[in-house]
């Protein structure tokens, strides 16, 4: 691919704190290690993590960008040594553990996926990191198994429409999902949730408790945390798995422990960023295999909220803190290939 500048425009992070840490910075282009690529960005996902980045409260791991960004989409510009399966153009989004505001971000090759004909390129930079943190969160810790019943907690949120999808697709019995105004439950109902439950104006535990005729939840996905964990709990059923995926509510809590024994249950969770490459490479790998190919004939869907200028991230920032989309946002760089892409 001709034409890689020498350098690129790029958004870090001042210091902890607010939105207005965030600074527009120039940078020489990073340099792709043994099997990485090197993706020339169309269009970068936001996830919650980078607000937590932002306030010195998610630290990128050992080794990655200081930039924030999980996910990108763009094509391929160069390839470091020993990358196979990938070449020079190809049209790709990646999971990365950091780098993706800027104009150019390194990604392992085996983090990366195909974006398919028919999706539009910058789109795909919202799917890779709410795939991966489903798929290993649900089919694997979850252990969701065709027949069961599940409940996702935030069902409108970038993850919890990609989960409501996937638990379906997955051989779910019946889908729940909790989300906090008419729009949000609206849009849970179209993705498939066969209840959409006013977390403010309802009691979840006694609506899948009605809903199943006392048996309670198989699965439940939850990003609250807090005082959530003893209604998780209860609305669990015996033999239940309760995945933790984050903590907006608080990470400290206190439960009783009696019904988690008696009704045998499993109490876990999991983070994405920070696990090693090889890990990182088979949950890309299951998603590849099992849900992708759902990505490809348009059964599974990315839902957008709106994209900010790479530029306008401080204000992208603070739309996401203040809780109102529903879906994903993106950060788009502003250039994107000749052709028929569009920007959301």
């Given amino acids: 691919m001709s034409g890689i500048p020498g350098r690129m425009a790029a958004i870090a992070i001042r210091e902890p704190g607010g939105p207005e840490m965030l600074r527009a910075v120039t940078r020489p282009l990073p340099v792709p ?77 085996a983090q990366c996926l195909p974006v398919p004909d028919g999706l539009d390129l910058a789109t795909a930079a919202a799917l890779p990191e709410a795939l991966c943190t489903v798929w290993t969160n649900l089919a694997e810790r ?66 899948v408790r009605d809903a199943t005729g006392g048996h309670g ?20 059923a015996v033999g239940g798995r309760l995945v933790h995926i984050s903590f907006i509510a608080g990470s400290r809590v206190c439960a009783e422990l009696r019904p988690v024994m008696t009704k045998r249950l499993t109490i876990t969770g999991s983070t994405l960023r920070g696990r090693d490459a090889a890990d990182k490479a088979a949950i890309v790998a299951g998603v590849r295999a099992s849900l992708w190919p759902r990505v490809a004939d348009g059964t599974l869907r990315a839902v957008l909220d709106r994209g900010f200028a790479l530029s306008k991230a401080a204000d992208a920032h603070r739309f996401m803190h203040e809780g109102r989309h529903k879906g994903k946002i993106l950060l788009h760089t502003g250039w994107r290939p000749s052709g028929t892409d569009t920007q959301n």
């Fill in 33 to 109: 290690a043994d099997g990485e690529v090197l993706i020339r960005v169309a269009a970068a996902g936001m996830n919650r993590g980078d607000l937590l980045q932002r306030q010195g409260l998610y630290p990128p791991p050992p080794g990655a960008s200081d930039l924030p960004g999980l996910e990108v989409s763009g094509l391929v510009a160069a390839l470091g040594a020993g990358v196979q399966g990938l070449a020079v153009g190809d049209r790709v989004c990646a999971l990365v553990a950091g780098g993706g505001y800027a104009e150019f971000c390194a990604a392992p090759a």
């Fill in 142 to 207: 979850g252990n969701l198994r065709p027949g069961d019943r599940v409940l996702i907690h935030g069902g409108a949120s970038g993850i919890g429409t990609i989960a409501i999808q996937a638990a379906r697709l997955l051989g779910a019995a019946q889908v729940f999902a909790t989300a906090g105004s008419p729009d949000k439950l609206a849009l849970c109902a179209d993705l498939g949730a066969d209840r959409a439950i006013d977390h403010r104006n309802e009691d979840f535990v006694r609506v």
């Fill in 217 to 236: 939840v198989d699965v439940i996905l939850d990003m609250v945390g807090g005082d959530y964990l003893e209604r998780n709990i209860e609305a669990l």
